[in-house]
């Protein structure tokens, strides 16, 4: 929420601002997070080759969303590919509690179905990747409809830059990949 909110995407509460029912918020999140099981599963496969693909598309742009200039130009866009970091495979494994021989396997088999490429320094989803059939159609009626359900908590009073009191205790540290 408090990225489409940056990127000036979401409507603005109608009438006095008010918190919508926790189970509308809770069941909004749970919806957004569920919602690449249904729509990247038949392209990405299992859990585990969707963790590890979409653990590996965080590292390469994770240095893009510390610099809000950058995350501003790509927040609608694609990183473009010499700006992706390559991940480390043993420190995504790691950070995902999964064995290498376990994170190796899906990850060659996600770079034989053209999913994403190993290079010199580790793995890189490109923009290539992201364009897949599956993967784009995916991802772009993920984030229509996390946007749409967003505007809906929007519509029942939630102000988007208020966000970050709807943490129970604060918002929680960024995940480091080590």
């Known amino acids: 929420m408090e990225d489409f909110a940056a990127l000036s995407l979401l409507p603005r509460p109608r ?12 069941g909004t999140a ?15 496969g299992d859990w ?5 693909w979409s653990a590996i598309c965080v590292v390469n742009t994770r240095h893009i969303t510390w610099d809000s200039a950058a995350a501003a130009q790509f927040g609608i866009d694609y990183v473009t590919d010499e700006l992706r970091a390559p991940a480390s495979l043993a420190m995504v494994a790691r950070t995902l509690a999964i064995p290498y021989a376990t994170a190796w396997r899906h990850a060659v088999e996600l770079e034989r179905r053209g999913l994403m490429a190993r290079q010199d320094r580790g793995w890189v989803v490109a923009t290539r990747h ?49």
């Open 48 to 52: 585990t080759s969707m963790a590890l």
């Open 30 to 44: 749970l919806d957004i997070d569920l919602l690449p099981f249904e729509t990247l599963r038949g392209t990405l």
């Open 130 to 178: 992201f364009l897949t059939p599956g993967i784009a159609e995916g991802g772009a009626a993920g984030a229509h409809y996390a946007l749409r359900r967003i505007g809906d908590l929007v519509a029942m009073g939630l102000d988007p830059a208020a966000a970050a009191d709807l943490y129970l205790k604060g918002r929680p540290p960024v995940a480091t990949f080590a």
């Open 15 to 26: 009438g006095a601002p008010g918190a919508p029912p926790l189970s509308a918020i809770l």
